[in-house]
């Protein structure tokens, strides 16, 4: 049976990572494999490996952009089964250069079953939206 407070301790783990700007804890909360889908394109994580090494650069991307303060701000978690539940995040990202807020939802699915806890998938259409509204050369030169 699904456990909620495990499900919201697992999202709390991701926050601790996000607000720290570790890209290898954030990694580790990844399924293998794990799926994104953003704006009609599809990015994957085969395994841990592809997973942290895909995250350094990214992670080290928001810090050259001023937007490594990235906190979770609201969390409803929605059973679908047993064993998932649809996570909705909503983040927002404090500005370096003071700056108004950004403040997005992202939709993760949380398996929980005897391997332990992690996402498969994520939906980020708003962050990457959001980004991009605040620094529209932020996706420059990023592959996929």
């Known amino acids: 049976m699904l456990d909620l407070e495990r499900a919201r301790a697992f999202v709390d783990s991701y926050d601790r990572a996000s607000r720290a700007g570790d890209p290898i804890a954030l990694a580790d909360h990844y399924g293998e494999p794990y799926t994104s889908f953003t704006l009609g394109r599809v990015g994957s994580f085969a395994d841990r490996e592809t997973a942290r090494a895909q995250m350094i650069p990214w992670m080290r991307r928001f810090r050259e952009f001023g937007l490594d303060d990235i906190r979770l701000a609201h969390c409803d978690l929605v059973p679908v089964s047993d064993s998932f539940c649809l996570c909705h995040l909503t983040f927002e990202i404090y500005p370096r250069d003071g700056g108004a807020p ?5 939709i993760y699915g949380l398996r929980q079953d ?6 498969e998938f994520a939906i980020s259409d708003n962050e ?11 996706m420059t030169g990023i592959a996929g």
């Open 102 to 106: 950004l403040r997005f939802l992202n």
């Open 128 to 138: 990457i939206a959001a980004l991009l509204r605040h620094r529209p050369e932020f």
């Open 114 to 119: 005897a391997a332990g806890q992690r996402f």
